[in-house]
């Protein structure tokens, strides 16, 4: 006989008696006697039987499951938030199934259809680049199945959410650009259908506004991978006058446009000044270390995790969008102390 997959009703025939029996045995029942219970616990031990999860949910009510859902698992910030994320899931005892829906629309969709049909009591979720039709995470709610959004949230929906103070992030960036004489900055942003790109963008226009600068759209370019930044910035470095500074939505923009201008023969920060946003590994690897914007991701999937499962054990209240306070770490792309 196979050992995998095995059930409560292999442990009963093995030995004899009914599967009620061997589940109250594995329960540690008073009921059943001493020797029953040691054989069937010794005979779960030798064949590595596993609890169905599923099984149990369909005849407790409850599968002590949440459901996580992230654009991009390579992405260190998603890494951290999946580590923070974890860090209280195992704490209060639940379990979760993990989804990516590599910044693709019909992904994120898949992927709720498989946490509905796991029954999961929950659901974390950060949009994808490409979504704009919201209809999946209706889906959710209309199940009554508490929702919470990180990071990128879709604000037509009343739920839960856990975000960075991107506004105010940015903001506090080029402030700190403009701070050490830097002038012509150009802003290296995300897709616009994204909040965090919106706010990202308004927290470099409101720093610009402070010192009586008017950017151009030129200025406010979309530029969110490595593969964009190898069009984008070449171009932009032959601009005249050149840029002064770029400030990126994220490390890996901001890291590969740094070693472009590298490669063009400039240096960083003297010819021109880099800020990222995330503060991920790569910023402490570059050359020099890149001044970045840390978003918390750990803290951020530990909020959200907390609020979810709060959510889950307790449905009422009013609706929580929580915010974390950002911090500029600054290194060597932007100034030379």
């Known amino acids: 006989m196979g050992r995998e997959n095995i059930t409560i009703k292999d442990i009963a025939r093995e030995l004899g008696i009914s599967p009620s029996t061997v589940s109250r045995a594995l329960k540690d029942h008073p009921d059943i006697s001493q020797a029953t219970r040691d054989a069937v616990n010794e005979l779960a031990r030798r064949w590595n039987y596993r609890p ?15 459901g996580v859902i992230i654009p991009d698992i390579v992405h260190y910030f998603f890494s951290t938030v999946i580590s923070g994320i974890e860090d209280v899931v195992y704490q209060r005892d639940y379990n979760m199934i993990l989804c990516q829906s590599n910044e693709m629309w019909e992904h994120e969709v898949k992927n709720i259809k498989t946490l509905l049909s796991s029954r999961v009591e929950g659901v974390l979720a950060s949009v994808s680049k490409t979504t704009s039709d919201l209809s999946h995470f209706r889906s959710i709610l209309e199940k009554d199945i508490p929702l919470v959004f990180y990071d990128r949230v879709a604000e037509e929906l009343k739920t839960d959410s856990v975000v960075i103070d991107d506004e105010a992030g940015s903001y506090k960036a080029v402030i700190h650009l403009l701070r050490t004489g830097k002038k012509r900055i150009v802003h290296l942003g995300g897709p616009m259908q994204l ?6 963008r308004d927290g470099y226009l409101r720093a610009m506004k402070e010192y009586r600068l008017s950017p151009s759209d030129d200025d406010m370019i979309k530029c969110d991978d490595i593969e964009s930044a190898n069009r984008v910035i070449p171009e932009m470095l032959k601009r005249i006058p ?3 500074a770029f400030v990126a ?5 901001a890291a590969q446009a740094l070693m472009i201008v590298k ?4 240096r960083v920060p003297e010819d021109i000044a880099i800020v990222g946003f995330t503060n991920s ?10 001044t970045s914007v840390d978003q918390k991701g750990f803290l951020m999937g530990q909020t959200a995790a907390k609020l979810l499962i709060d959510r889950i054990e ?3 209240g009013p609706v929580q969008n929580k915010v974390i306070t950002s911090e500029l770490v600054i290194r060597g792309s932007s100034s030379l102390k």
């Open 52 to 66: 169905n999860p599923i099984a149990i949910s369909l005849k407790s009510g409850s599968s002590r499951t949440i």
């Open 263 to 266: 490669r063009h023969g400039l």
């Open 195 to 200: 909040a965090i790109a919106r706010d990202r």
């Open 314 to 316: 307790n449905r009422r």
């Open 281 to 290: 590994q790569i910023a402490k690897l570059t050359d020099p270390g890149l």
């Open 249 to 253: 939505v994220n490390d890996l923009t």
């Open 242 to 244: 050149r840029p002064e």
